[in-house]
């Protein structure tokens, strides 16, 4: 396998699995509406196939992995999506310096990447993308013991070994058994495995569905710039730069110089050498990259370039250059600025809904990612609002359990001190900032604000987004669904009815409960929220004070908290 080959199969296996995204989202256990595992995992590595697309044919399996590793991890969403960008950081470990890579560098490569999203997970569970994964790459290194030296051979061997392995993910997650379904990132993964076949086979790139017939737009003439590094495209950014830094600190991680870098520019290169960092970077701001340059150590080679006076044709309008990014896949852009830190404590939350983020701004939180249950922010985005905080440490609360890994992954590449607290829902982050202390020190913080989380039992109460079964129990489309702390409770026809049993249910379980929080979302009218809100304090008792909120949550009728 050489890079080009590596180069096709992965944006193969990209659109492998983005033609079955919808049949992987509704492999979830429950039928809710949620952004869901087919997506993320489509978007994640979607984000590899936009940087692998820009790649000429001779390029080697090294760079071709680093590449699609480094836009993996920083495109990240839900942890399927993050388990799949580990798998592909070992990967690139394995192959770093190959030129070329064997069914035995192949191997090798898969059982670090195996290895890499193990080591990640706090609490691995069997029955999922790992499980999946873990049986591919034993799968390849008994093949390669064996002596195969065919790469198709050794693909399916993989391939098939990872079906056997997803068929029976539902004898060991009892989840999964009752709701008849098998792991959903284990099925996204093997898509991706598959795609990749395609072209080791000989067959070519699996084409995405509807690309033949999509209307290519006319677009005006550009400015176009092809530099050293085989960067070619638009100009979006005026200035080349290029430096290296002679190392003051070896043991600093260049992945937050590569993450600032790509808040103000594009078209990134870095190079670690051990003792000398080699960087490339298109940008406006050569200043601003150069000073972040500094902080790993003295700069030499600068050499910096005016793209837009060596080409010909004029810049873009904005309309065109939209575009230009929709056709040739360039990167996205943080949406935030990147800032010096000025205090000493500042807030990221993830939060959809007008009412929802308004009470996290109140409560002091510095920026906002929009997402959650239906959409997924991605590393990058909660990256770039990170970087947008001016604070020495930054707190995250991702209000979400398929957020906290691409949280987390964010560590790493921040220039900042990042602490990611452990809030799975909305009530959880919010009472977690109630119990903000300034005075204490980061770890003191940190578990003071995550006790309060712990303190807070949320339910949810949406609707099935299509006919399914669970448990022997048969779920119809359009029917409500009352989740408590994730797990369905109740299917029921009426929502005042779900929501006035879940209530009950949460307060019986929280022992000394004082106090309930009902957040209603943009389909519920102010009125019926009053109604509902009245019928649970009916049920519960005067004991217990019930608060409304208007969240303005897309899809989740309502939140409901006890604590």
Not at 107 to 122: C, D, N, Q, R, T
Request: glycine share 10%.
């Amino acid at each position: 396998m050489n890079g080009k080959m590596l180069r096709d199969a992965m944006i193969s296996g990209a659109n492998a699995i983005a033609n079955q995204k919808e049949a992987i989202n509704e492999l979830n256990v429950f039928p809710v509406p949620d952004g869901d595992t087919g997506t993320n995992m489509f978007m994640t590595i979607g984000a590899a196939k936009r940087e692998l697309a820009r790649m000429e044919d001779g390029v080697t399996v090294s760079e071709v992995s680093k590449v699609a590793a480094g836009a993996l991890l920083r495109g990240a969403r839900g942890n399927s999506g993050v388990i799949l960008s580990l798998l592909f950081r070992g990967f690139s470990k394995g192959l770093a310096g190959q030129a070329e890579a064997g069914p035995s560098e192949i191997a090798k490569a898969f059982e670090l990447g195996v290895a890499s999203a193990y080591k990640a997970v706090m609490k691995p569970t069997e029955g999922t993308i790992l499980t999946v994964s873990r049986c591919v790459a034993e799968q390849a290194r008994e093949l390669c013991d064996q002596g195969e030296n065919d790469l198709v051979a050794l693909w399916d061997g993989m391939i098939a070994a990872g079906a056997d392995a997803l068929e029976k993910t539902p004898e060991m997650l009892p989840v999964l058994k009752q709701a008849g379904v098998v792991d959903a990132g284990g099925k996204g993964f093997l898509h991706v495995l598959s795609g990749m076949r395609s072209v080791i086979a000989g067959e070519g790139i699996v084409p995405l569905e509807g690309e033949e017939t999509e209307k290519k737009t006319e677009t005006p003439a550009v400015s176009f710039f092809k530099d050293d590094h085989g960067f070619s495209g638009e100009i979006t950014f005026t200035y080349c730069t290029d430096f290296s830094v002679m190392r003051a600190n070896n043991d600093r991680d260049p992945a937050g110089l590569r993450a600032f870098l790509e808040s103000i520019g594009d078209c990134v290169d870095i190079a670690d050498e051990n003792d000398i960092i080699r960087v490339h970077v298109h940008t406006n701001d050569p200043g601003k990259a150069l000073q972040q340059g500094l902080k790993y150590g003295s700069l030499t080679k600068i050499k910096i370039e005016n793209m837009r006076e060596q080409s010909s044709g004029q810049a873009s309008s904005n309309a065109t250059k939209a575009v230009i990014e929709e056709a040739q896949g360039t990167a996205q852009q943080f949406p935030y600025a990147p800032v010096e830190p000025g205090r000493q404590y500042g807030f990221v939350a993830v939060a959809a809904g007008e009412g929802i983020q308004q009470l996290f701004s109140d409560l002091g939180v510095d920026q906002i990612v929009t997402g959650g249950q239906t959409m997924n922010p991605s590393t990058d985005d909660i990256l770039g609002a990170i970087q947008a905080t001016p604070a020495e440490t930054v707190f995250v609360l991702p209000n979400n359990k398929n957020i906290i890994m691409a949280a987390e992954q964010a560590i790493r590449l921040a220039d900042r001190k990042v602490m990611v607290l452990q809030t799975k829902t909305i009530p959880q982050g919010l009472s977690a900032m109630i119990a903000y202390d300034e005075s204490l020190a980061p770890d003191a913080l940190y578990l003071s604000m995550s006790a309060a989380a712990e303190q807070v039992s949320t339910g949810s109460v949406t609707f099935a987004a299509r006919d399914s079964e669970f448990d022997g129990h048969k779920i119809n489309e359009g029917e409500i669904l009352a989740l408590d702390n994730g797990k369905l409770a109740y299917v029921e026809k009426e929502l005042q009815k779900a929501a006035v049993r879940l209530a009950r249910q949460l307060v019986r379980k929280k022992k000394g409960c004082s106090f309930v929080t009902v957040i209603y979302g943009e389909d519920v009218s102010e009125a019926d929220a009053e109604e509902i809100a009245d019928a649970i304090r009916q049920k519960i008792g005067d004991e217990i004070e019930v608060a409304l909120v208007n969240g303005g949550q897309p899809v989740y009728y309502l939140l409901i908290s006890a604590e």
